[in-house]
Nanobody
Framework: QVQVVESGGGLVQAGGSLRLSCAAS????????VTWVRQAPGKEREFVAA????????DYADSVKGRFTISRDNAKNTVYLQMNSLKPEDTAVYYC????????????????????WGQGTQVTVSS
């Protein structure tokens, strides 16, 4: 059974940091490109960051570029999202999504069309 589980969310003050983890089981994570997507209350889901199969290629939304870092450890079947200099507008439920691909350098900015999704983890940034 495939499981994708996010963790690491919580409440933090503006300017603080959090590290989210996305752990997969039941699938070969290294065959999946992974994307972090977030959804704030009353808003549509939006792309945050993505990483290619090996981790060599990454992509970020303009709103988080320079503050967030996505990385992966395929030996641990885990993808991370290091979030620094957090702002109240970063408050959202953060989801990890994975998509099987044979393209080693590909990343996806879409908010749908993934093969696997986690249940989400809440990030709340207070001002």
């Amino acid at each position: 059974q495939v499981q994708v589980v996010e963790s690491g969310g919580g409440l933090v003050q503006a300017g603080g940091s959090l590290r989210l983890s996305c752990a997969a089981s039941g699938l070969t994570f290294s065959s999946n490109t992974v994307t972090w997507v977030r959804q704030a209350p009353g808003k549509e889901r939006e792309f945050v960051a993505a990483i290619s199969l090996s981790g060599a290629n990454t992509d970020y939304a303009d709103s988080v570029k320079g503050r967030f870092t996505i990385s992966r450890d395929n030996a641990k079947n885990t993808v991370y999202l290091q979030m620094n200099s957090l702002k109240p507008e970063d408050t959202a439920v953060y989801y990890c999504a994975a998509r099987r691909t044979l393209l080693s350098s590909t990343t996806y900015r879409t908010t749908g069309g993934y093969d696997y999704w986690g249940q989400g983890t809440q990030v709340t940034v207070s001002s």
